[in-house]
């Protein structure tokens, strides 16, 4: 029998994976038919949660529970799951764009002497080689890459591979492995939490709101985040308006912020400089609202309306608040 | 203390890419060349640290052909005291282990107490270098710092780092990697007298053999580069604002079906 595509969880920390992995066993079971396997790393895992990898598609969950696995170390996680591969040689390791999983497929990598296809786009199998295609150059242009040899470590980029229905009938057998948890040298001090906005996280959000420099300053964001709420959306900001300081960072959508790919853009007061179109070029459907009929980002985008985003912003969220009262 | 500082030369953002003749590189006519804007928070913040510590040695390090020298030249203008330049032929296609194994030689000849790297850079996005930099070593790591410090007698650090929802502080001890996430600092601009400076500071060319290090088979190799696809033709819509907004609420749920 050849050998699994392990997909490693990524999960919400309270025992559940995120619905990003509905993602990664779907595109893994696409590639590897029926050799899908679920790797969970985790202080605790719901029972709920080990169901939903099944009923997801895993045919089987390696649960390594461990209180030395949360929070996430990298060095404690890579000693165990490296312990584990050397006992069931993956065929490929898969795994969502995060900002832990990043950091831990490449060191895994490292320890297993492979290769790394970071924030992949696509797969295919090319005769009994894996390639992955990934966006380069601030995604202006595409690199197809392989391994010299397996397993095929590969993170994969959010809301880009179509996710897998939820099947109630199917499941996963759970297996325990027992794994090293030793290795800590970091020791975990405090997690500090945002303020919550109440509105979906920039990264997993189905559709993203973003404002630029035509914002005008800091207070005006409020009525982004009305419209946020009347359609479920999380809002970004562009580089110009986090360097002029209207928003933290972590808002940041683009090149040296956060790569996003909903289903639903909406750009206002954003000029589409490369390095915000970096960030989310991949998105399915793009919306920009500009004063300036010039701005690249009408390039780009599926629909446009040349206007006063200050008048364009709240009729949106009237009209919305009509639609999905309907 | 002495921090070695990774830094890797890459397109400006905001310059043209084209495919080059073999089909799996870039053409680097007219390219403009700049340090990876991650790279500049970090070595920002081991300026930061030996001037709060009143002493140390900030070395820079590059991989990449003579060009990268230029890269290296402007974080010594930034401050940094010496450079490190692998410059060496069997490096032309290395993959980020290749590159992380190159590096790791480099820490082991030059004992330092902390490496500072930038996230990921922004040519190839790949944000490994730091963790398989780490692993290599068998030192601890820390993605995405937004801020840290060093104890009073240099023995460990304390390090928040970015993830989903908030910031999760550790304390690692020394030595350590660490990458920089942007909000970390703001990067100072370097001043005349910096640049003057840089001229005289010493950049030392190394190549594999300098390290031990045998020419190997990348682990990851690029098949080809492709453009995108095209989008599809927009549409901008006319009308008054209200008719607007009425249109573009149908078209996206009736048309792009994504509402």
Known sequence: ?????????????????????????????????????????????????LKQLGKWGASRVLLLE????????????????????????????????????REFAARLAARLGVGLSADSVRFAMEGDKLVATRPVYAGKLLSKVTWAKSPWVATLRPNVFRPADAQPGKTASVERPTVSAAGAQMKFVERREEVSTGLPELTE?????????????????????????????????????????????????????????????????VSGAIQHLAGMRTSKVIVAVNKDPEAPIFKIADFGIVADLFEVVPELTKEFKKLLEK | MKILVTIKQVPDTATQVKIAADGKTI????????VSPYDEFAVEEALRIKEKRGQGEVVAVSLGPDRVKEALRS????????????NDAVWSTADTLATAKALAAVVKQEAPQLVLCGRQAIDDDMGAVTAQLAEIL??????????????????????????EGGLEVFDLPLPAVLAAQKGLNEPRYPTLKGIMGAKKKEIK??????????????QLSVVGLEALPPRPAGRVIQGDVPTAVKELVRALREDAKAI
């Open chain 2, 138 to 163: 068998g030192w601890p790591c820390a993605y995405w710092i937004m801020e840290e410090a060093i104890d009073a007698d240099g023995k460990a650090i304390r390090a928040a780092r970015q993830v």
């Open chain 1, 1 to 49: 029998m050849p050998n699994a595509f392990w997909c490693i969880v990524e999960d919400d920390r309270n025992g559940s994976p995120k619905k990003v992995m509905a993602e990664v066993i779907a595109e893994a079971a696409r590639l590897a038919p029926g050799r899908v396997e679920a790797v969970w790393l985790t202080d605790k895992a719901s029972e709920a949660g």
């Open chain 1, 205 to 269: 959000a189905e559709t993203v709101i973003s404002g630029g420099r035509g914002m005008k300053g800091p207070e005006n964001y409020v009525i982004l985040e009305e419209l946020g709420r009347v359609i479920g959306a999380a809002v970004g900001a562009s580089r110009a308006a986090v360097d002029a300081g209207w928003r933290p960072h972590r808002f940041q959508i683009g090149q040296t912020g956060r790569t996003i790919s909903p289903k639903l853009y909406l750009g206002f007061g």
């Open chain 2, 27 to 34: 053409d680097t006519t007219g390219i403009t060349w700049i």
């Open chain 2, 205 to 218: 060319d190394v190549k594999a053999a300098d390290l031990g290090i045998a020419s190997e088979p990348s």
């Open chain 2, 75 to 86: 974080s010594l203008a930034m401050g940094c005291d010496r450079a490190i330049h692998l």
């Open chain 1, 66 to 101: 461990n209180a030395a696995f949360a929070p996430y170390r990298s060095e404690v996680w890579t000693a165990a799951a490296a312990d584990l591969a050397a006992k069931e040689s993956p065929a490929a390791i898969f795994a969502p764009v995060t900002s832990r999983q």
